[in-house]
Every structure is written in C-alpha cells, then in structure tokens.
C-alpha cells in the first residue's frame, strides 16, 4: 500500500507524492520527504498534528512548508 501525500506552500503550489508504506511516523515522513520539522507542519484530514501521529493510507495527509524570510 501507499500513503498519499500532498506538499504544499499553501499559496497554491501542490506537489502530490507517494510513500510506500501502510503506515508512517509524521516524523518519519518529514525524514523520507528531506523535510525539517522547523520548516513545516503536518496535516491528518485537515487537522494540524505532531510529528509522533501515526499517518495511514486512509487519511489524508497534507504537509505545509512554512514560508519564511526576511
């Protein structure tokens, strides 16, 4: 199975990508994407969650970099 997820700037620019797994770690998908925490947060069906949450191939899962800047 596959977990789904969608990478977004939250200014329309979506990327949709795929995990090979059942089951994953928010922090273990930060980790397989080369995110940092520090840089975004994580989604699970439209609620925001901490790296500890368990995702599935059920939910739907969106990660929001952070924009940031000077």
């Known amino acids: 199975m596959r977990v789904k997820i969608i990478v977004t700037d939250g200014m329309g620019n979506d990327e949709e990508k795929e995990i090979n797994s059942e089951k994953i ?7 397989e994407l080369g995110i940092s925490a520090f840089e975004a947060m994580i989604m699970k ?3 925001i969650v901490r790296e500890s949450e368990l995702l599935t ?3 739907k899962i969106k990660v929001l970099n952070m924009i ?3």
């Open 25 to 31: 770690t928010g922090k273990e998908l930060l980790a």
């Open 45 to 47: 069906n439209n609620e």
């Open 57 to 59: 191939n059920q939910d």
């Open 68 to 70: 940031h800047g000077g």
